[in-house]
């Protein structure tokens, strides 16, 4: 009856411990465990600390000291807490209690080793893995499957991947983890050749094994191998097509990853974000609005990394009204707005749909601003016209130590530009090369000939232009063109367009613009002059037209 009644007691607790979600909850059971006398049961207490430390990751001191009360814990309990810290604390902290391990007379096993090696492999700690892979050899248990294949996934992570054949090598059992591990070894390593060998060579392939080395091919470029590949499993999943969906997305091809899509019978997030990343990458926002329409009729929630799509494609449409409903979606629903990547979305969705108050305010409130999200703040405040505010935030970002990259510098001197701010824009363009030693790009030159330019300083612009020690693209030459025929300089126009003629000899957008340089001096025969060689050299304007969107929020 005893018996009968500490099993009753066992499953009660457990049955308790399963509905646990916070730190309360577990106090509670751990009451019931203390009263019942069960502190030392090894198989409670190994339950209640995997639990809780799955439930409450950032939480381990609680899993810990109930650890602590054990007196004598077995193996499996040690294995259980040395696992949750392995998969939620640094490095350290996992050495420190494997060290506590070896001091308590407790020699680590088969099931001890994996976590730790894997925690060397998530932060490349080679030195430590190696030290790892000799205890390993000392305790006899380097022979191990598992052990061996955690030791070619630690090697292949960390780059060495001789090392990690070595491993694979001296394996007397291997399983299609094994094989799996080496292959994705070679793949990181950018060995196709090696990583196609050893799969033709495995005597056994799994599921996962056959999306490794479709992702591989994806990742190469090599998409027709990939789909042959994909065409010759014999048991699909969600991975399989959505690997090939992205790749064909990366590809710029969505009309096969949107007729992949359709075949695929179970649609999950995973496949759904792949969908609408594609689109929002190739240009087609609509596209990715509608497919999160159609995610919605399928009564599957979208998740964060969805709805940062959806606020990528509004932030392309410029869409003040689906700004406004994604933002009101996002504040009622369960995500955390203080994630980086979501609130760096809003704010870029606010400042491009143009409500700058609600992105300055968003901005502000993150926890953390990085180059990114100043980035974005900056632009909006570009876009729509408050240069003077986003200079102040481009010197306000620099002053809080965040490096700007040349991106950064792209979209300040832009800014610069639209407002007509010829001192700070000359200002930055030096402090990116003397300060931050950032070689100009095109695009920033392009910038600065568009700013002094626009400013009347066309003598400086074209000087500019001439001095770039690498070859000037059309855009700057453009720049240039357009600033002659504000100010009416139809010499200097005349050179511009000469060389615009060498670079972009069937753009009838230079010829119209030297055409009504001309016109507006008043200059005919040469207006009729450009007109007939752009006739005797094929060149056609394209006829004008008005596009209208609508896009209406789901």
């Known amino acids: 009856m005893r018996f009968s009644s500490e099993l009753e007691h066992s499953s009660s607790i457990l049955s308790l411990l399963r509905g646990c979600k916070t730190i309360r909850d577990f106090n509670q059971v751990h009451t ?8 030392q049961d090894h198989f409670l207490i190994t339950h209640f600390i995997s639990i809780c430390a799955a439930v409450l990751p950032s939480n381990l001191s609680y899993p810990a000291a109930v650890f602590d009360c054990v007196t004598r814990p077995n193996i499996y309990l040690w294995n259980v807490l040395m696992k949750s810290y392995c998969q939620n604390s640094s490095l350290n902290e996992c050495f420190s209690f494997f060290k506590r391990m070896k001091r308590g007379l407790v020699v680590p096993d088969k099931y001890t080793f994996p976590s730790v090696i894997k925690a060397c492999s998530n932060v490349s700690a080679l030195e430590e893995g190696r030290v790892l892979h000799g205890v390993t050899v000392r305790c006899g248990t380097d022979g191990d499957v598992f052990v061996g294949s955690s030791l070619v996934d630690f090697y292949g992570k960390c780059g060495q991947i001789g090392c990690a054949r070595k491993v694979f090598d001296g394996m007397s059992v291997r399983n299609e983890v094994s094989w799996t591990t080496m292959m994705v070894g070679y793949l990181s390593f950018g060995d196709m050749a090696a990583a196609k060998s050893l799969f033709d060579e495995m005597p056994k392939r799994n599921t996962a094994t056959w999306n490794a080395m479709i992702k591989g091919l994806v990742r190469s470029g090599d998409l027709n191998c990939a789909r042959n ?18 790749g064909y997305a990366k590809g710029g091809d969505m009309a096969a990853a949107r007729s992949l899509f359709d075949q695929l019978t179970h649609k ?3 496949s759904w974000s792949a969908l609408m990343s594609g689109y929002v990458q190739n240009g087609k926002p609509c596209e990715a609005v509608k497919a999160f329409s159609e995610m919605q009729d399928s009564n599957l929630k979208p998740d964060e990394f969805i709805m940062v799509n959806l606020m990528s494609a509004c932030s392309q449409l410029g869409c003040s ?9 996002m504040k ?13 979305a809003l704010v870029d969705m606010n400042a491009k749909c143009g409500n700058m108050d609600r992105a300055s305010s968003l901005f502000e409130e993150m926890p953390e601003r990085d180059l990114i999200s100043y980035c974005s703040t900056i632009q909006g405040l570009c876009i729509h016209g408050f240069g003077s505010q986003a200079v102040h935030l481009f010197d306000r970002m620099i002053n809080e130590g965040i490096r700007p990259d040349d991106v950064a510098f792209t979209v300040i001197l832009s800014a610069c530009t639209h407002a007509g701010l010829v001192d700070d824009g000359c200002r930055f ?17 392009a910038c600065m000939v568009n700013l002094l ?8 612009a074209y000087e500019l232009i001439r001095s770039m020690p690498v070859e000037s693209h059309a855009g700057a030459w453009g720049a240039l063109l357009e600033a002659c025929r504000v100010n009416c300089d139809v010499d200097l126009g005349e050179v511009v367009a000469s060389r615009l003629f060498e670079l972009e000899p069937h753009n009838a957008g230079n010829y119209v613009l030297l055409s009504n340089i001309y016109a507006e001096a008043d200059r005919w025969s040469n207006v009729f002059n ?25």
């Open 321 to 329: 009204e689906l700004a406004k409903w994604i933002d009101s979606y």
């Open 332 to 344: 009622n629903g369960s995500f955390d707005l203080r994630r980086a990547h979501v609130a760096a």
């Open 429 to 445: 363009f030096e402090l990116m090369i003397n300060s931050y030693s950032i070689n100009p790009t095109p695009d920033h030159y």
């Open 453 to 460: 330019g626009k400013s009347g300083k066309l003598e400086s």
């Open 32 to 39: 019931h465990i203390i009263r019942g006398g069960c502190e």
């Open 268 to 270: 999950d997030l995973f």
């Open 229 to 246: 590949l994909f065409d010759e499993m014999p048991v699909r999943n969600e991975v399989s097509f959505t690997t090939l969906i992205d």
């Open 530 to 554: 450009v007109r007939d060689k752009m006739s005797k050299s094929g060149v056609r304007k394209v006829p004008g037209c008005t596009y209208v969107e609508s896009t209406m929020a789901a």
